[in-house]
Nanobody, 122 residues
Framework: QVQLVESGGGLVQAGGSLRLSCAASGNIFNIDTMAWYRQAPGKQRELASEITRGGVTNYADSVKGRFTISRDNAKKAVYLQMSSLKPDDTAVYYC????????????????WGQGTQVTVSA
């Protein structure tokens, strides 16, 4: 079994910063892309940022220049540093990782965390 556990969410004023963390545990042989998604009330879940195992990053236009994604492959963790937060950033943030559980696995399986709430007050 694989688990992803997020932490670091909370309530912050507009203009403030938060750092989200996500740690993977369980039967893990290799982790490919790790990503942060977010879902605001009444809206569809959307990609905020993603990072490949080699460190190539991608950001949604709405967070570019304000959010920074990073990962620690040894710790099986991904982080999202969020700065200059806006009320529109209020959402539940989910971690997603593409994982092979064994060296014999043919495909990567996508796993999701349970989500962490980020609330930005005006």
């Amino acid at each position: 079994q694989v688990q992803l556990v997020e932490s670091g969410g909370g309530l912050v004023q507009a203009g403030g910063s938060l750092r989200l963390s996500c740690a993977a545990s369980g039967n893990i042989f290799n982790i490919d892309t790790m990503a942060w998604y977010r879902q605001a009330p009444g809206k569809q879940r959307e990609l905020a940022s993603e990072i490949t195992r080699g460190g190539v990053t991608n950001y949604a236009d709405s967070v570019k220049g304000r959010f920074t994604i990073s990962r620690d492959n040894a710790k099986k963790a991904v982080y999202l540093q969020m700065s200059s937060l806006k009320p529109d950033d209020t959402a539940v943030y989910y971690c997603k990782s593409s994982i092979k559980s064994t060296s014999f696995s043919l495909f990567y399986v996508e796993y999701w965390g349970q989500g962490t709430q980020v609330t930005v007050s005006a």
